[in-house]
Nanobody, 121 residues
Framework: QVQLVESGGGLVQPGESLTLSCRPS???????????VAWYRQAPGEQRELVAR???????YYADSVKGRFIISRRNRENTVFLLMASLKPEDTAVYYC????????????WGQGTQVTVSS
């Protein structure tokens, strides 16, 4: 069963911007109730890496490779998590996955199926 649904991927040129969206499926709860939400990415032949994470305790993390260019935004009213990507580089090309940890105290994690982002001239 689908847990999280990503959208917004596509083909862009270097230097351009793109915004990804993530929404939970109806059965797992709402964004506002999740302790942590995050974006990961995986390029061909590479390991999956954490891009950005934000928790409901105020903690926010960005990978060094995207710091200053990407913003993770939790919009509870819209029940959506966004990844705002600017100044895109060819090395940003990857499948981007949404992730959620609903509880700080439970060993539970939800994932989406991924959306492709390709940065090429």
């Amino acid at each position: 069963q689908v847990q999280l649904v990503e959208s917004g991927g596509g083909l862009v040129q270097p230097g351009e911007s793109l915004t990804l969206s993530c929404r939970p499926s109806g059965s797992i709860g709402s964004i506002a109730d999740f302790y942590s939400v995050a974006w990961y990415r995986q390029a061909p032949g590479e390991q999956r890496e954490l891009v950005a994470r934000t928790n409901n305790d105020g903690f926010t993390y960005y990978a060094d490779s995207v710091k200053g260019r990407f913003i993770i935004s939790r919009r509870n009213r819209e029940n959506t998590v966004f990844l705002l990507m600017a100044s895109l580089k060819p090395e940003d090309t990857a499948v981007y996955y949404c992730n959620s940890e609903p509880s700080k105290f439970k060993d539970t994690s939800f994932w989406g199926q991924g959306t492709q982002v390709t940065v090429s001239s």
